[in-house]
């Protein structure tokens, strides 16, 4: 199967559970729901409640596995709705922040239901903290990881400059939207230097071919680092705890060694902007 058949944004930094399992099944979806009829925001809203019914069930030891299997299956249906927009010509703004409030809506459902059942099996109440701290940190990592890829698929994959602006949603979401690109201007450090460099550089919002090659060939190795940080990471997590029997580990994990990962990113990230512009 063609990476083109998977419609995949960009195949060269599509993680390989990705580019093998996820978006394969996800297709299949995706092609069962448009002989169905089923609009790609169908699919995000089946995915969502999948993702909060598997979170939820993380709350009980004897539906933890069960819970785990659904969260796998709201990640096919995370690439289906997107797979279904693009094969039928749907692709929105809005659809694409309902896709991420889906992957919220499921990491509340977790943190808290995993937060619930340890206190219930006696830990202390001050696991809530360490629930909300996790929580903040998994929106740092999250926006650091769709930041970056985002970058790099506009610059060397369609040859554009990135579109940071908010998009246009409804009211209810537009804070919020505007709270988080808020923290990933914040965080850029460097790299908005770079997205200068390339815009002066431009030609009618296109970037130069010379540029897509310099882009590609110093920010292709961070760029898949920063992949680390992404859902699946997370989800698998919860997977091998699961079977540990050791979720009281999972804030630990989110907290101490992907905080310890988003430090090294960050920081190979400004070696790799202050290289592209020392030399562009």
């Known amino acids: 199967m063609a990476h083109s058949d998977l419609a995949l944004k960009s195949a060269e930094i599509e993680e390989l559970s990705d580019v093998y399992f996820f978006r394969p099944l996800g ?4 092609r069962a729901g448009q002989a169905l009829g089923a609009t790609p925001m169908t699919l995000t809203i089946i995915g969502t409640f999948i993702g909060i019914l598997g979170g939820t069930f993380l ?5 933890a596995l069960t819970g785990f299997a659904l969260l796998i299956l709201h990640s096919i249906f995370d690439s289906a709705d997107g797979q279904l927009a693009r094969m039928t010509g749907r692709v929105s703004d809005l659809g694409r922040v309902l896709d991420g409030m889906s992957g919220y809506a499921t990491h509340i459902a977790i943190y808290i239901a995993i937060a619930v059942g340890l206190v219930h099996r006696g830990a202390p109440r001050s696991t809530f903290i360490w629930m909300l701290l996790a929580g903040v940190a998994t929106a740092v990592h999250a926006g650091m990881y769709d930041y970056h890829r985002g970058a790099y698929t506009a610059v060397v994959t369609e040859a554009r400059l990135p579109d940071h602006h908010p998009p246009k949603v409804p009211r209810l979401i537009g804070p919020l939207m505007s709270l988080y690109m808020t923290m990933q201007r914040a965080l850029i450090g460097l790299h908005a230097s770079v997205e200068a460099r390339l815009r002066a550089r431009a030609a009618a919002g296109q970037v130069r071919d010379e540029d897509r090659s310099h882009y590609r060939k110093s920010f292709y190795p961070v760029v898949r680092g920063w992949n680390f940080l992404g859902d699946n990471t997370r989800f698998y997590a919860v997977g091998v705890l699961v079977l540990l029997h050791r979720l009281d580990l999972f ?12 430090i090294i990113f960050w920081l190979w990230q400004r070696r790799a902007d202050q290289k592209f512009l020392s030399a562009a």
């Open 59 to 63: 709350r009980y030891d004897w539906l």
């Open 251 to 262: 804030f630990p994990f989110v907290l101490v060694p992907m905080n310890l990962a988003l």
């Open 27 to 30: 297709l299949l979806v995706a």
